[in-house]
């Protein structure tokens, strides 16, 4: 009988060195280290991160569907909507709104990236 009570309070032992709340970590100093620990915090990098993301990301499919997709659309349509002119009715195909700002995307990315390297770098996450 012994053996499970000690088993028991083994467990509870175990239990209760889970549920005990752990030290806080000493803050930083300063007013560098306090806007750090904010940003740690409040995740404001990951949120930044996903805002200028999507921003960019936005921009790719406004190049692609401007740029792209409307011409061929509109040259599509318009013959049934009964356009007389297919030639210079028409927007032209314009792939270097597309391709800028794919090319724009990537180097946003490319920034972000090195930002949050250097952010793990000095723990902020």
């Not at 467990?11 to 300063?30: D, V, Y």
């Amino acid at each position: 009988m012994s053996d499970v009570n000690t088993e028991m309070l083994e467990e509870m032992k175990k239990i209760r060195e889970l549920l005990t709340p752990k030290p806080a970590a000493e803050g930083r100093t300063g007013m560098v280290g306090e806007f750090l620990d904010f940003v740690g915090k409040y995740k404001i990098l990951g949120l930044a991160v996903a805002f200028v993301i999507g921003m960019y990301l936005g921009e790719v499919v406004k190049g692609l569907v401007t740029g792209l997709l409307m011409p061929l659309i509109t040259a599509i349509l318009e013959p049934m909507m009964g356009g007389d002119s297919l030639v210079g009715s028409f927007e032209p195909y314009k792939p270097g709104l597309f391709i800028m700002a794919l090319i724009t995307f990537a180097i946003v990315c490319l920034v972000v990236f090195i930002v949050m390297k250097v952010a793990k770098k000095w723990n902020v996450e």
